[in-house]
């Protein structure tokens, strides 16, 4: 069974950086495309970046670029979302979620998810 668990998230202002962790378990980590999304409330969820199962391909929302980046480490299952002068509108519940394929591609589709963590910044 896939587990996903994100943490790092908190309250920051605008301006300041936090870096969202997801610790996985129950595959082979390094098979997998691992992917970033957020939702906030009354709204659908958003694509915020994602990462192939080697870690060579990266993809970014035209929102995030430049600010957020999205790594991950083999050696502790961990995909990592570090992001940057942070602004009022990255508010949101942050999802981590894994992919069915080592590739990442532009449909986004993503398989597994965890219980999101919140981040919130201010003004």
């Known amino acids: 069974q896939v587990q996903l668990v994100e943490s790092g998230g908190g309250l920051v202002q605008a301006g300041g950086s936090l870096r969202l962790s997801c610790a996985t378990s129950g595959r082979t980590f390094s098979r997998y495309a691992m992917g970033w999304f957020r939702q906030v409330p009354g709204k659908e969820r958003e694509f915020v970046a994602d990462?192939?199962?080697?870690?060579?391909?990266?993809s970014y929302a035209d929102s995030v670029k430049g600010r957020f980046t999205i790594s991950r480490d083999s050696a502790k299952n961990t995909v990592y979302l570090q992001m940057n002068s942070l602004k009022p509108e990255d508010t949101a519940v942050y999802y981590c979620?894994?992919?069915?394929?080592?590739?990442?591609?532009?449909?986004?589709?993503?398989?597994?998810w965890g219980q999101g963590t919140q981040v919130t910044v201010s003004s």
């Open positions: 990462i192939s199962g080697s870690g060579y391909s990266t």
């Open positions: 979620a894994e992919r069915r394929s080592m590739y990442i591609s532009g449909d986004h589709e993503y398989d597994y």
